[in-house]
């Protein structure tokens, strides 16, 4: 039996597929044809393409934008199963993001692989997940804490997050999490703690990587600013000896604070930068533990590009 269409969406139709965006117009074609998210993702899968709901509502929903070859195809299909003309939604997505053109400016970004030293495998990890470099968030402020174990090992570590967004729709943040050399992905846990949950994880066992999607409670426009906090239990690896943070984009401060457990307390501890991995460290400059809480901390009140961290030595 054929699905029941909505008069109202075939009015919509033709100025969505005209005009754009993308996720418009596939969500007016949708409506017009009265195809639920199931139904189209089970016809896709009868022409032998294997695409999740999640990324159907992703897409119509502007949360995401098709890129690979494999999405490209998908979007073909979907011209044929709503009846579009040939090129009707692919045209739309060789146009410009919203909210990409000169009234948004993307700050210059360091790509992963030019930050850490497993940066192929964190763009495997977020290729295949479709999720696009520039996450359209700036970092207001953002403390992290991490704990290290009594046999040295990095136990886990908490974020407080603050950011802002810079286009219209954001309603996402992409975590990363790289282990100590001997780190079991598998066994690492992921926490959404404030105002947000998670969504997928992705893990790449050889490099001891973890990617996890962050679900914000709203969407975002630009300017608008949001507050959320995550973890990652780990303590998997074995003893640990520095904590770094890479940052890809300048601007927003940073407070990173290493906790010690009473039974593995370092000899000595440093705060340094780094211009990229296996780089040498420079600015270097000695932290002392602060008393019963066994803490050392730096503070960065506006972060430039490249590699942040603390390290420290057993003996």
């Given at each position: 039996m054929?699905?029941?269409?909505?008069?109202?969406?075939f009015r919509e139709l033709p100025d969505a597929l005209r005009a754009g965006p993308f996720h418009l117009a596939l969500r007016a074609a949708l409506t017009a044809r009265g195809l639920s998210l199931h139904r189209v993702q089970n016809r896709l899968a009868a022409r032998g393409i294997k695409l999740g709901v999640t990324s159907l509502s992703y897409w119509q929903q502007g949360a995401r934008r098709p890129r690979r070859t494999e999405s490209l195809k998908a979007v073909?299909?979907?011209?044929q199963i709503l009846?579009?003309?040939d090129g009707a939604l692919l045209r739309l997505l060789a146009a410009p993001e919203p909210g990409a053109g000169p009234e948004a400016p993307r700050p210059q970004a360091r790509s992963y692989r030019a930050l850490v030293s497993v940066g192929a495998a964190v763009e495997g990890l977020l290729a295949g997940m479709e999720l696009p470099a520039d996450g359209g968030l700036h970092?207001?402020?953002?403390?992290?804490?991490?704990?290290?174990g009594p046999a040295g090992e990095l136990l886990g570590r908490e974020s407080q997050h603050v950011v802002r967004a810079h286009r219209d729709g954001v309603d996402r943040y992409v975590a990363v999490h790289h282990g100590d050399p001997g780190c079991?992905?598998?066994r690492v846990r992921v926490r959404a703690e404030e105002n947000c949950r998670t969504g997928r994880i992705r893990r790449h066992r050889e490099a001891g990587v973890v990617v996890a999607?962050?679900?914000f409670d709203a969407r975002l426009r630009a300017g608008d600013t949001y507050?959320?906090?995550y973890g990652f239990e780990d303590g998997t690896a074995g003893r640990s000896t520095e904590f770094v943070r890479g940052f890809s984009y300048t601007g927003g401060q940073y407070v990173l604070q290493v906790r010690f457990d009473e039974a593995a307390l370092p000899v000595r501890c440093r705060r340094f930068t780094r211009s990229g991995p296996g780089a040498p460290r420079g600015q270097l400059a000695d932290l002392s533990p602060s008393g019963p809480h066994r803490a050392v901390?730096?503070?960065?009140?506006?972060v430039r590009r490249g590699i942040l961290g603390i390290g420290w030595d057993w003996e």
């Open positions: 054929r699905p029941s269409a909505d008069p109202a969406g073909r299909a979907l011209e009846e579009l003309p970092t207001v402020g953002h403390h992290e804490r991490v704990r290290i079991d992905p598998a999607e962050l679900l507050v959320f906090g901390h730096l503070v960065e009140q506006e």
